[in-house]
């Protein structure tokens, strides 16, 4: 395990030092209400009924700047459900009023607000300081310099106290890196880099010891002291942590029990007759109670405590907020057009984020693309198919039509293959950073396509080179740069339609599956197999990558008046044309079977793009 050093501490003010004014924010939610649609299966499957399930039961509070605001609950009381809804990143039927200086949550708000989710979206191979450097780069507008992002970054390492570990691996599941509450720190650096005027932070503390949760709240306060507006959801915290927030959001089943000040907690509970008997951490109280255990034995049942709880919430402290909430609503009006949209859609231009995402890509991704395993499967095959094709002869027709759509098989599974699983490997960090506002979908998709192409293009063409002439094909660098034309259009297509079908289903299970299907169907239909079909289904070849390959393959080696030896009297010869597996497919209509591809290329990243348009988008 790595450790990390505590002990550099800059104070927060040194580096955000590009705090933007008129940035606060009073998030206000006034009588919030969640409610999904389950499907309740019965033990036999048969009574699969749809139901509906409130999970937020009219919450309101209001969290100024300059605040901490605390959500406990127990265990599935609906605090990431508030918390992404007060994110803008919540879909279904949301009830109520979430609003930001008195205006609903926008685009224009993403860019400065951060927000760190429960579980951490790293990539596993960038060391500490790379993934906050490329965040600093993505996310920090231009008015600053590289060099001084790339300083904010640093200094945002030191302090969550990342020093030691700065230059190690993240890791994920299976590869060691930097360990879990360290890990929990980058994200948070992640967010606190842009100064955001609005954070929110699922459970930062889980995982952590008391001293490092400590530090990180302090470090939060800090930001909030800056006039920012901070909430989190927040498990069980010490007390030490719990006087350190300004509000506090008690909830259970999705009821709200208390809001108000963490401070005036434990008065208001013993006001309505609901006091520790011994002395007790605040939020070891408060989560009794919102599990309905009273501490009094002259209390009611689990049920009749929380339902006393709700009531009493409702008569004593609902219409007190919600007169609060009037009155800072009424200010917001006076204050209209003071808050206007300082930010542009996005930090930096198409070309920046394109290069940072491209250099970020091709650094988290250089095992994979450039894996021996990769290089050696593609090389044995292509010893292997020379060996067994060994300078065939023109006389052996048949077994050079049959190398032939070898290669446009192989080459149309094994790219499809691995371009299935790009986008549904990187939703959860496209998800993240779209909704963070962070790049266009454009440069992204343009970084992905030229950080994978080099090696795309690189192991088909030391196939062909291996291949080609140990199979004895026409040596010349005409019908060689044909058929590696041929071939690589093959492996553009195929990729592209692995793009596709991952962005369409975002499911590796179902997209391979598909994938097969369709590269098979494509195969059979290519002309190589079946030579006679009938009229109602011969229309899919239309569709069939294999088939324009196949195509340009032969074409690449055989013109119509090329002839052959076509019987053991070797001066008897036949034309090349009228070979049944060529004349089927015909060697005629090449430049149109390169258009198809041409066309196919295009058209299969465009479906992908689109499909990737709905991935993190603010509902
Ligand atoms: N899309 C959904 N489908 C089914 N149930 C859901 C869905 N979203 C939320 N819930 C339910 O809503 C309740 C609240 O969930 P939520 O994740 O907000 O709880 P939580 O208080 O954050 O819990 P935890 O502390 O365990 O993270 C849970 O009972 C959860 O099962």
């Not at 599941?173 to 842009?194: D, H």
């Not at 959801?233 to 927030?245: A, C, D, G, V």
């Not at 192989?410 to 499809?416: D, E, I, Q, R, Y």
């Amino acid at each position: 395990m790595t450790h990390c050093d505590d002990s550099v501490l800059i104070p927060l003010h040194v580096f955000l030092v590009f705090t933007l004014k008129n940035l606060w924010q009073i998030a206000q939610f006034d009588d919030v209400v969640y409610t999904i649609k389950i499907k309740t299966v019965g033990l036999l499957k048969k009574n699969i009924k749809s139901e509906e399930k409130v999970i937020l039961k009219g919450i309101t509070g209001m969290v100024q700047p300059g605040e901490m605001l605390a959500m406990l609950g127990p265990s599935g009381s609906g605090k990431t459900t508030l918390l992404t809804a007060m994110g803008g990143r919540l879909g279904g039927r949301l009830n109520g009023y979430i609003t930001y200086n008195g205006k609903p949550f926008s685009n224009h708000m993403k860019r400065n607000t951060g927000f760190v989710t429960q579980d951490d979206v790293l990539y596993p191979h960038l060391t500490v300081t790379e993934t906050l450097v490329f965040t600093a780069l993505l996310r920090l507008p231009n008015s600053i310099t590289k060099e001084e992002k790339i300083m904010h970054a640093e200094a945002v390492i030191s302090q969550l106290g990342l020093v030691k570990c700065k230059n190690s691996i993240i890791g994920g599941p299976l590869l060691r890196g930097v360990s879990g509450g360290e890990r929990k720190r980058v994200s948070i650096g992640q967010e606190m880099l842009i100064n955001p005027s609005l954070l929110f932070l699922d459970e930062p503390t889980s995982g952590l010891d008391s001293t490092t949760a400590q530090r990180i709240l302090s470090t939060l306060s800090d930001l909030a002291n800056g006039e920012r507006t901070i909430i989190m959801t927040i498990h069980q915290p010490s007390s030490r942590l719990f006087y350190m927030f300004h509000k506090v959001l008690l909830l259970s089943e999705g009821n709200p029990l208390y809001f108000g000040k963490g401070s005036e907690a434990m008065e208001y509970f013993s006001s309505i007759g609901y006091a520790p008997t011994v002395a007790m951490n605040p939020s070891d109280f408060l989560l009794d109670l919102a599990n309905g255990v009273s501490t009094d034995e002259s209390h009611e049942h689990q049920a009749m405590v929380k339902q006393t709880l709700v009531s009493a919430y409702k008569n004593n402290l609902a219409d007190k907020l919600k007169a609060e909430l009037q009155e800072v609503n009424d200010f917001n009006q006076i204050q209209e057009g003071f808050q206007d949209k300082q930010f542009g859609r996005w930090a930096t231009t198409w070309w920046q984020q394109f290069s940072v995402l491209l250099r970020r890509g091709l650094k988290e991704r250089k095992h994979d693309s450039f894996s021996g395993l990769k290089i050696g499967q593609v090389l044995v095959i292509a010893i292997i198919s020379g060996l067994l094709w060994w300078k065939s002869k023109l006389s052996h027709l048949q077994d050079q039509i049959g190398f032939l759509f070898f290669v446009a098989g192989f080459w149309g599974f094994f790219p499809l293959f691995e371009a299935i699983f790009t986008f549904p490997d990187e939703l959860m960090m496209l998800e993240k950073e779209r909704a963070s506002g962070m790049y266009r979908l454009s440069s992204y998709f343009m970084s992905r396509m030229v950080a994978d192409l080099p090696m795309e293009l690189v192991l088909p063409t030391i196939f062909a080179f291996i291949t080609y002439f140990m199979a004895g094909f026409k040596a010349t660098a005409a019908n060689f740069v044909y058929t590696l034309i041929a071939l690589l259009l093959n492996v553009l297509v195929s990729g592209g339609l692995g793009l596709a079908l991952g962005a369409v289903l975002m499911d590796l299970k179902a997209a391979t599956t598909l994938g097969s299907v369709l590269m098979l169907t494509f195969l059979l239909a290519g002309g190589y197999y079946v030579q006679h079909v009938q009229p109602f289904i011969s229309w899919i070849k239309y569709l069939s990558i294999s088939h324009y390959t196949y195509k340009l393959l032969m074409g690449s080696q055989y013109s119509p008046q090329d002839v052959y030896p076509c019987a053991t009297n070797v001066s008897h010869f036949c034309s090349v044309a009228e070979f049944p597996a060529i004349k089927q497919v015909g060697l005629d209509g090449q430049p149109l079977a390169a258009l198809a591809l041409v066309i196919m290329v295009v058209a299969y990243r465009l479906i992908a793009y689109v499909a990737l348009m709905r991935i993190g988008v603010t509902k």
